[in-house]
């Protein structure tokens, strides 16, 4: 008898939870583009529908989410394939990547992985434009060379000072994820004063629309799919004024209309409050994804309402993050501790926990790296439990 393998098994599977959505009259038809902002999606749309798995919509996209999404930042080659395996079998749904991750090897393995699953169509695939800024910034480097020093002095003290007077870096709003996370806002606000002063030259638009263009196809090409249900642009704003800029819309609508993405979405670990109040305001993004855990959540609960009554997709990112990094305050862990005093869940699962008890969130996205703590974060999806007073 022919063995079956581990990924023959997980297309097995969710051919049969196909087939049992379609009799049952669950699957949907989703709109080809979401409705316009705060209005209801005309339908819902299951992909990989698995008993235990709970499921949220994702905004107004109408899809139909895991709670918990699949982080493939460190998914580089095939030794993933068993942790992703595991992740589709117990009902995950969505799968999110970025161009940056490994320089488009994780999108190459993430491709390959579908295409020999033969599951493309049985999942949410998201990527993002993570060197959409490259160029932009290389033609911006063009105008700031022509700039006299007085000039270039006169906008980063204005920089300086809008970043002061913003907060941006307040202890206990700003927390560095990784290396060098704080210093792209100096790099953001100088981007935004010299298009606020200077603008777009001619024929600068044209070239950036054709170079987001190159970048999406060249991810289409290595996850081996002729679209992606969501796109982030830009991939880690830092500033809300960025947002602004009617070329991304623009790019976004005619991505949309080509049938090469189906929603729009930006990601953000900086000033993450007024860059999530900004992107429900602007009206574009179908989708936001941010930094939001048991440290900063104080400051972002009514704006996660507010995109959820907006129609605007949440992914919540770094939930558990902060009890991976090195040098955090003992606070943090005593906090989420006393909110949950499960003594059986470990800390990660615990975080994702915490954060599932808002039911304004859509979902959260987790990097779960073994069978083990794929089994560890599934134990928490769909609990209700009572927050304790902290």
Same mark, same amino acid.
């Given at each position: 008898?022919?063995?079956? =393998?581990?990924?023959?098994?997980?297309?097995?599977?969710? +051919?049969?939870? +196909?087939?049992?959505?379609?009799?049952?009259?669950?699957?949907?038809?989703?709109?080809?583009?979401?409705?316009?902002?705060?209005?209801?999606?005309?339908?819902?749309?299951?992909?990989?529908?698995? #008993?235990?798995?709970?499921?949220?919509?994702?905004?107004? =996209?109408?899809?139909?989410?895991?709670?918990?999404?699949?982080?493939?930042?460190?998914?580089? &080659?095939? !030794?993933?394939?068993?942790?992703?395996?595991?992740?589709?079998?117990?009902?995950?749904?969505?799968?999110?990547?970025?161009?940056?991750?490994?320089?488009?090897?994780?999108?190459?393995?993430?491709?390959?992985?579908?295409?020999? !699953?033969?599951?493309?169509?049985?999942?949410?695939?998201?990527?993002?434009?993570?060197?959409?800024?490259?160029?932009?910034?290389?033609?911006?480097?063009?105008?700031?060379?022509?700039?006299?020093? !007085?000039?270039?002095?006169?906008?980063?003290?204005?920089?300086?000072?809008?970043?002061?007077?913003? /907060?941006?870096?307040?202890?206990?709003?700003?927390?560095?994820? $990784? *290396?060098?996370? #704080?210093? @792209?806002?100096?790099?953001?606000?100088? /981007?935004?004063?010299?298009?606020? *002063?200077?603008?777009?030259?001619?024929?600068?638009?044209?070239?950036?629309?054709?170079? !987001?263009?190159?970048?999406?196809? *060249?991810?289409?090409?290595?996850?081996? =799919? &002729?679209?992606?249900?969501? %796109?982030?642009?830009?991939?880690?704003?830092?500033?809300?004024?960025?947002?602004?800029?009617?070329?991304?819309?623009?790019?976004? #609508?005619? $991505?949309?209309?080509?049938?090469?993405? /189906?929603?729009?979405?930006?990601?953000?670990?900086?000033?993450?409050?007024?860059? %999530?109040?900004?992107?429900?305001?602007?009206?574009?993004?179908?989708?936001?994804?941010?930094?939001?855990?048991?440290?900063?959540?104080?400051? %972002?609960?009514?704006?996660?309402?507010?995109?959820?009554?907006?129609?605007?997709?949440?992914?919540?990112?770094?939930?558990?993050? %902060?009890?991976?990094?090195?040098?955090?305050?003992?606070?943090?862990?005593?906090?989420?501790?006393?909110?949950?005093?499960?003594?059986?869940?470990?800390?990660?699962?615990?975080?994702?926990?915490?954060?599932?008890?808002?039911?304004?969130?859509?979902?959260?996205?987790?990097?779960? #790296?073994?069978?083990? @703590?794929?089994? &560890?974060?599934?134990?928490?999806?769909? /609990? @209700?439990?009572?927050?304790?007073?902290?």
């Amino acid at each position: 008898m022919k063995k079956t =393998t581990r990924r023959e098994f997980v297309q097995r599977s969710l +051919a049969v939870s +196909a087939g049992l959505s379609l009799a049952q009259g669950i699957r949907l038809e989703a709109a080809d583009t979401p409705p316009a902002p705060g209005q209801a999606p005309a339908s819902v749309e299951w992909r990989n529908r698995q #008993e235990g798995m709970a499921y949220r919509q994702l905004g107004r =996209t109408g899809m139909m989410v895991s709670e918990l999404m699949v982080g493939s930042f460190p998914f580089n &080659d095939e !030794s993933c394939y068993p942790v992703l395996d595991a992740q589709l079998e117990c009902g995950m749904n969505y799968i999110d990547t970025a161009a940056s991750y490994s320089n488009g090897k994780v999108e190459e393995t993430i491709g390959t992985y579908l295409d020999d !699953s033969k599951v493309r169509d049985n999942v949410f695939l998201s990527t993002k434009l993570s060197y959409f800024y490259g160029y932009i910034d290389k033609v911006l480097a063009e105008l700031d060379k022509e700039l006299p020093d !007085s000039r270039k002095r006169e906008l980063k003290s204005e920089l300086s000072e809008l970043m002061k007077a913003r /907060r941006v870096l307040k202890p206990g709003y700003h927390m560095n994820f $990784f *290396d060098g996370q #704080e210093n @792209q806002f100096e790099k953001s606000y100088y /981007r935004h004063l010299l298009l606020r *002063d200077y603008g777009y030259r001619n024929g600068w638009k044209k070239k950036i629309k054709e170079h !987001s263009r190159k970048l999406l196809q *060249d991810s289409l090409n290595r996850l081996k =799919t &002729d679209h992606v249900d969501v %796109l982030f642009c830009p991939h880690g704003i830092s500033m809300p004024d960025l947002m602004e800029d009617g070329l991304v819309r623009e790019i976004f #609508e005619d $991505f949309k209309q080509e049938g090469l993405i /189906r929603a729009s979405a930006v990601s953000f670990h900086n000033d993450v409050a007024a860059n %999530l109040s900004k992107a429900i305001d602007v009206g574009y993004y179908d989708v936001v994804m941010f930094a939001y855990n048991i440290a900063n959540h104080a400051a %972002l609960e009514s704006l996660v309402y507010k995109a959820k009554e907006n129609g605007v997709g949440t992914i919540a990112m770094k939930v558990a993050r %902060l009890f991976k990094m090195e040098e955090q305050p003992d606070w943090r862990v005593g906090k989420l501790n006393t909110a949950i005093p499960d003594e059986n869940l470990t800390t990660f699962a615990k975080a994702y926990l915490w954060a599932l008890q808002n039911p304004n969130l859509s979902c959260c996205v987790s990097q779960m #790296e073994t069978p083990e @703590q794929v089994a &560890d974060n599934f134990s928490i999806v769909g /609990r @209700q439990v009572e927050i304790q007073p902290v």
